[in-house]
């Protein structure tokens, strides 16, 4: 038994040292320039022996975005708790997440670009990522959920009907994140959702540049609108 863990030990260590110096690649040649023999090389092992952890660079690529999609959904988790042990209100949950994912995408820019930025070539993410990849989602429909829930939801304006066309795509969203709330809820919280994301991309890939300085406070007050669009109460 000793031995056997011993050997888990051994090869945990090798997999978090092998997908460090992968995210490091992901700063210097980005997603598409991963390679498996450059990050042997860089740990001194012969290129087969990566091969016994990691048979691709597409299963480095896989775990590198569930780890990444790990990491944000934590943030945004521990965001949503410490608000709610705080006593908010739904409003300052929602901005506290948001604040969240654009905390998390700042500090590390290079696997946010590999979640959500322009896609790798010849890869397609397997179903293994889509499990995490819900997790901050999950904590932001939880949000309106609970919110819809005490009926403490006052959207801003009347929102149109989602056409017939994507009652298929509302349906399956709406199941796959348990998110039992009205079309017309679950409409405006996909748009803020969009939204969060559209924003955060926007200033990490240079949208902002020359245009937007106050990143801050530009977000802050982008996330608040969205936050109304829901039916949030305005939060600081």
Do not use: K
Not at 65 to 88: F, H, K, L, Q
């Amino acid at each position: 038994m000793s031995g056997r863990t011993a050997r888990e030990r051994v090869r945990a260590e090798l997999v978090r040292e092998i997908t460090e110096i992968a995210r490091e690649q992901l700063a210097t040649a980005g997603a598409a320039g991963l390679s498996l023999r450059a990050v042997a090389r860089e740990m001194d092992m012969v290129s087969s022996a990566i091969y016994r952890y990691f048979p691709s660079r597409d299963d480095l690529l896989t775990a590198l975005i569930i780890d990444g999609y790990n990491a944000v959904g934590a943030a945004v988790e521990a965001a949503d708790e410490a608000a709610r042990g705080g006593g908010t209100s739904f409003g300052e949950r929602w901005l506290a997440v948001c604040r969240a994912v654009r905390a998390w995408a700042l500090a590390h820019p290079h696997e946010y670009a590999l979640l959500h930025g322009t896609p790798v070539p010849g890869y397609r993410a397997p179903q293994d990522t889509v499990a995490a990849a819900m997790r901050d989602t999950a904590v932001l429909m939880r949000i309106v959920s609970e919110a819809h829930a005490a009926d403490a939801l006052d959207p801003a304006g009347p929102c149109p009907l989602a056409p017939p066309a994507l009652a298929g795509d509302m349906a399956r969203a709406r199941t796959a994140l348990s998110f039992e709330v009205p079309a017309d809820v679950a409409a405006r919280a996909f748009t803020a959702w969009a939204g969060l994301y559209g924003t955060v991309s926007f200033e990490l890939f240079g949208q902002f540049n020359d245009v937007i300085e106050e990143r801050a406070a530009y977000f802050d007050h982008s996330m608040t609108l969205l936050g109304r669009l829901v039916g949030f109460q305005e939060a600081h």
